[in-house]
């Protein structure tokens, strides 16, 4: 049995504990967190704690807090023996620099509150700085479902900002197409085939390959009278930004 | 069994070929193309022409061609009885304007050559200048496992305004990934996971309201660090409308 201190008590924690919870071989033997609160939910399931001082002993510390707080929290966890981790996509493995035997378990996948993830195969960014322990690491995600990747601090960064890209920034799209639905007197459901299909293109072709639009095909009737439809100044900025983009991706002399 | 002539071969007409051969109630009686060549795969099939005067008698002349071929090619069809009707989201009901049973049958999705659009309930958007011929098309769209919307005109061109949005924009968001993928030798799946349950999580809660990331947060820190991460010139300007966008939209003072 893999016995785990959990610190944290957001999206990422609550995903990681119900997640080992069903996994036969791990056991979350307390939680963390500063403040009461957040931790009340946990408390009927587990030991929980607000002080540091109180940590138990367990085989792995692992860390799902705001970046800003990983330096300081690591530091206080270096008289422990067990692997630290955290769970950031942004934060190099050297922040937790005072401890012997580090990590990086970071989820690229997004977390909601009263989501369930129902998917499993969340790919699982696994870094170490002791080469034995990436193992260890391997079997954690797999235990949990999860796909392990091996993925330097440097990857990890670019991923972050990749993810930013696929998930924050399409979100925001998908917000404008509520938006003019709404306008419009339309329900936002008409949309939704639209974008899962889009959505399930990527799994089998390359993105750069299917781009599809008026963009695509430099069709600049559709695209002037778009511009003309479009009410608000920054969608129309985001119209023609993303319009170029794609030409320019796709070599029209611009 | 209502009969009706395919104006066209491109991949709206080759799904829509498909769904109504697999229709009990509807019979394609021929398709007509301007030239040979791309009628051919239909050729063992069905009845084919490449001359307009050879257009067989039908319920329905369903054109899904270019949209600027669409006033000229309606205007051929003048001398015929049955229900004339385009496939665009972009042009409207009066550019058939000779035609006095008229009408859209708007198939609001993204086809491709190569990929079965395995999924249902694709939405058509629905117009008629006849009201009594709203119900035929109803009854068509849900023949072939559609779901009909009754969509004005006007409310159509904003929905191919969203539709650029939500798929042509959202999959270059995804290229743009798969690039940053690829110059950090890492595989593009990595980042599918994320980008179905991106797509999937629109389906129970509004992307405005479920709207994370550093641009939602303003954390500076991270979103400075991702300007700096980024190589291409245009992926950076994209980045920063995008985040002010985001800012913009869930009420940062700028």
């Not at 003019?180 to 339309?186: P, S, T």
Request: proline share 4%.
């Amino acid at each position: 049995m893999i016995k785990i201190v959990l610190l944290g008590t957001g999206n990422v924690a609550e995903f990681l504990f119900g997640a080992f919870s069903e996994s036969g071989r791990i056991q979350v033997v307390q939680v963390y967190n500063h403040s009461l609160k957040s931790l009340s939910r946990f408390a009927d399931q587990v030991e929980i704690t607000t002080s540091v001082e109180n940590i138990k002993d367990a085989d792995i510390y692992l860390m799902a807090v705001k970046d800003d707080v990983i330096p300081e929290l690591s530091g206080s966890l270096t008289n422990k023996k067990g692997l630290v981790l955290h769970t950031s996509g942004a934060v190099s493995l050297d922040a937790l620099n005072s401890n012997s035997r580090r990590g990086v378990f970071y989820p690229l996948q997004t977390f909601s509150k009263n989501r369930e993830v129902i998917q499993r195969n969340i790919p699982f960014c696994l870094e170490t700085n002791v080469p034995e322990d990436l193992e260890l690491l391997k079997n954690l995600a797999e235990d949990i479902k999860g796909t392990p990747y091996s993925v330097s601090s440097e990857q990890r960064k670019k991923l972050h900002l990749a993810a930013v890209f696929v998930c924050n920034f399409v979100n925001h799209l998908y917000a404008i197409g509520e938006q003019i639905c709404k306008e419009n007197a339309l329900p936002f459901e008409i949309l939704q085939p639209l974008i899962q299909e889009t959505a399930e293109k990527i799994l089998d072709t390359s993105p750069h390959e299917s781009q599809t639009g008026p963009a695509k095909r430099n069709d600049s009737t559709t695209i002037k009278t778009h511009l003309d439809a479009i009410v608000e100044e920054e969608n129309k900025a985001i119209y023609k930004l993303l319009t170029q983009a794609i030409q320019s991706a796709h070599g029209k002399e611009l």
